[in-house]
């Protein structure tokens, strides 16, 4: 069995890969909804690819991952954010309903999608913060892989 932290820098480098070949896929493309789609999944990788090195660096033995003056900084951002994407997410759901056209229909799908992933990650973070829990190694895991739309696969 490969070791955890070896495993997720790989598939941080395997991500960014990804990434930069599905950018390069769509150059010239000139259908709005394809290359937009595309481009959203190659920039999910970059994510993707951040998130794994996060769970190298855990992995390693990091200390803590915020000091009191972070985390109050953090929170105060994350509670106006979580209200943000609230506003986001009626917007996103209006587009989706009302949207004529399949193209935007599936763009406005995927944007709500991902502002209700955003909005659970916050808040999710958000109560650790008020904890003042440190994430842990099984915390991580299960917040990459819960909240991924194709569970690290690539592709996503």
Do not use: C, F
Not at 42 to 64: C, F, N, W
Not at 107 to 130: G, K, Q
């Amino acid at each position: 069995m490969e070791d955890p932290r070896e495993l997720a820098k790989r598939m941080s480098r395997l991500e960014a890969e990804y990434a930069e070949r599905l950018r390069r896929s769509v150059e010239g493309v000139g259908n709005p909804a394809v290359r937009a789609v595309m481009l959203a999944v190659a920039q999910d990788s970059v994510k993707h690819s951040m998130l794994y090195d996060t769970i190298a660096e855990l992995l390693g033995g990091r200390g803590p991952l915020l000091d009191d003056a972070q985390a109050e900084r953090l929170l105060r951002e994350i509670e106006e954010h979580i209200r943000v994407e609230e506003a986001m997410m009626d917007s996103a759901r209006s587009l989706a309903s009302s949207a004529r056209v399949e193209g935007a229909k599936l763009v406005a799908e995927s944007i709500l999608e991902d502002e209700e992933r955003h909005h659970e990650m916050l808040r999710a973070i958000r109560e650790m913060i008020i904890k003042r829990e440190t994430l842990t190694e099984d915390e991580i895991w299960e917040m990459t892989w819960r909240y991924a739309m194709w569970h690290g696969a690539p592709g996503g």
